[in-house]
C-alpha cells in the first residue's frame, strides 16, 4: 500500500495536483485562435454530500467546502479557463467565495438553486456574452415526456421526486461572433440502483442542448455518474440503446402491471426516450486519447484502507457493443456489465475505495472540434493520501478541461 503523507507527517507538495500534461489532437487546427475555447468541468464536492462520518482519512481541517477552497481557487488559476462549469455548489460557497473570487478574475457566472446543492456555470466576460439562460428540471421534463398516465400508475412521482437541474446557457464568442449553448449537469448517481433514470436523464440533457443549439454549436458537460460501459454513456454515445444495453435496464423493474401478471420496465413503457439525435455527438477526452480518462472520480467514504483493482470490482463478463463511429478495421467497444456490488449489495458501497470515471465533456463534432484536453492524473499522486478528497486534492473527483475551436466563425 503507498504510504500515507498525511499521517506520517511527510512534506507535503500542495501543488501537486497541478501536476498534469496536456494531451494535443494529431490533427491540425484551422490556425485561427479567434475560434478556439477551453472549458473546464469540475464537481468539487459540497457540504450537503459529505456528513461528518464519511472521508475519515481526510484531516478535519479540509474537510468542509470553504476549507478545501484555496485548492480549489488555486487549480482553477492555473488552468484559466474561458469557460468553467461546477458542480455540487453549496449556495454560500457560489455567493461568499467563489462569485467575488472569479468576478475578480473577469468572470461572469450564475448558480442554480432549485437544490440544496447546485451547479453554477462561469464564463470570462472578454470571450463570451450571454444572450440567455435557464434552468431546466430534468425530473420535471422526464415526467411530462413520460406522460401523466405512466407516472401515476408506475409511481414514478416517488422514484423523480428530487429536482435534477440542468443550466442551459448560449453565450457568443466576442472573437468570432458564433453562438454556442451549453449544457452543465449533474446527473443522478442513486448507488447504480436506478440505471434507466440517469440514462434518461442524459437522453433529455442533450435533447434540450440540441434543441436550444438549434443543431448549432453545442456542449454538455458535467458529472454524468455513468461509466462508458453503463447504458447512459453507450446511449449518448451510440444515439440509441443496443439490445445488450437494453437487457441491462430491464434489471429495474417498475413493478407489476395492474394485473400483476408482469414486470414493467421503463425501456420497454418508453423505449423512444433512451435515444437523441445529436448525430455528431463526441466525448472530448475519447477523442483525443482514443479512450475515456481512468477515472475522474476517487473516494471511499467510510475509509477502508484497502485498494482493490478495476477487476476485483467489476464483473469481468464482456459484452460487445459495436459503436456507430468505430471503424471496421478498429476492435469493436467492449463493455462490461453493471457492477453487482452496487446492484445487489448498495449497502457494501463505500467500503472500498471507489475509482471510475464519472464525468465528461460531451460536444457536437459537426459544429466544433476538440484540440487538446487535460491528461488525468497519475493515481500515484493521489494513493499518497489514500484518496480523495485530502490535503491536497479539494474534491473527491477531479477537473476535466478540453478545448475547442470553432468550425468557422460568423
Given at each position: 500500500?503507498?504510504?500515507d503523507?498525511?499521517?506520517?507527517n511527510a ?8 501536476q498534469?500534461q ?15 475555447f ?17 472521508f475519515?482519512?481526510?484531516?478535519r481541517?479540509?474537510?468542509?467546502a ?21 458542480q455540487?455548489?453549496?449556495?454560500h ?7 467575488p473570487?472569479l468576478?475578480n478574475?473577469?468572470?461572469?457566472g450564475?448558480?442554480?438553486e432549485k437544490q440544496?446543492?447546485?451547479i453554477?456555470?462561469?464564463y470570462?466576460?472578454n470571450?463570451?456574452?450571454?444572450i ?6 430534468l425530473?420535471?421534463s422526464l ?6 398516465q405512466?407516472?401515476t400508475?408506475h409511481?414514478?412521482?416517488t ?7 440542468m443550466?442551459?446557457s ?13 449544457g452543465?449537469?449533474?446527473?443522478s ?10 440514462a ?12 436550444q ?13 455513468q ?52 448525430e455528431?455527438?463526441k ?11 481512468p ?5 471511499d ?11 476485483d470490482i467489476?464483473q469481468?463478463?464482456e459484452?460487445?457493443?459495436?459503436s ?16 453487482r456490488?452496487?446492484q ?6 463505500g ?5 471510475a470515471a ?6 457536437g463534432?459537426?459544429?466544433?472540434s ?16 489514500h484518496?480523495?478528497p ?13 478545448e475547442?475551436?470553432?468550425?468557422s466563425?460568423?
Open positions: 500500500m503507498p504510504e503523507a498525511t499521517r506520517n512534506p507535503v507538495d500542495v501543488t501537486l495536483l497541478l498534469r496536456w494531451l494535443q489532437s494529431g490533427n491540425p487546427s484551422n490556425g485561427a485562435k479567434t475560434c478556439q477551453s472549458v473546464v468541468s469540475y464537481n468539487i464536492l459540497a457540504d450537503g454530500f459529505t456528513p461528518d462520518t464519511h475519515p482519512y481526510c484531516p481541517q479540509y474537510f468542509k470553504v476549507q478545501r477552497l484555496p485548492q480549489l481557487l488555486r487549480e482553477l488559476d492555473h488552468h484559466g479557463a474561458d469557460v468553467v462549469c461546477l455540487e455548489v453549496d449556495p460557497i457560489y455567493h461568499d467565495h467563489l462569485e473570487y468576478r478574475k473577469g468572470y461572469s450564475s448558480l442554480s440544496l446543492v447546485g453554477a456555470t462561469f470570462k466576460k470571450r463570451f456574452e450571454l440567455d439562460e435557464q434552468e431546466v428540471d425530473s420535471e415526467k411530462k415526456e413520460v406522460g401523466k405512466i407516472v400508475e409511481g414514478l412521482d422514484l423523480l421526486k428530487d429536482s435534477m437541474p443550466m442551459l448560449r453565450l457568443r464568442c466576442l472573437k468570432s461572433g458564433n453562438t454556442l449553448c451549453l452543465n449537469v449533474h446527473l448517481f442513486l448507488t447504480y440502483k436506478r440505471l434507466d433514470v440517469t434518461l436523464e442524459a437522453a433529455l440533457a442533450i435533447r434540450h442542448v440540441s434543441k443549439s438549434e443543431d448549432g454549436p453545442h456542449l454538455l458537460c458535467g458529472d454524468f455518474n461509466e462508458p460501459f453503463m447504458p447512459g454513456y453507450q446511449m449518448l454515445h451510440n444515439g440509441h440503446l443496443a439490445d445488450t444495453d437494453k437487457e441491462l435496464l430491464r434489471q429495474f423493474p417498475l413493478g407489476p402491471d395492474q394485473d400483476g401478471l408482469k414486470e414493467n420496465y421503463l425501456v420497454d413503457l418508453i423505449p423512444e426516450l433512451f435515444s437523441h439525435k445529436s455528431h455527438l466525448s472530448a477526452y475519447k477523442t483525443i486519447a482514443g479512450h475515456e480518462v477515472f475522474s472520480n476517487h473516494e467514504v467510510n475509509g477502508t484502507m484497502k485498494f482493490p483493482s478495476m477487476d467489476r469481468q463478463q459484452l460487445p457493443s459495436v456507430r463511429d468505430t471503424p471496421e478495421d478498429e476492435p469493436c467497444h467492449k463493455k462490461k456489465k453493471l457492477r456490488l452496487y445487489t449489495k448498495p449497502e457494501n458501497y467500503k472500498e475505495v471507489f475509482i464519472l464525468d465528461y465533456l460531451w460536444y463534432a459537426d459544429e466544433l476538440c484540440t487538446g484536453v487535460l491528461e488525468m492524473i497519475d493515481e500515484s499522486k493521489i494513493e499518497q493520501f484518496s480523495a485530502n490535503i491536497v486534492f479539494p474534491s473527491d473527483h477531479l477537473l476535466m478541461k478540453a475547442f475551436e470553432f468550425a466563425s460568423s
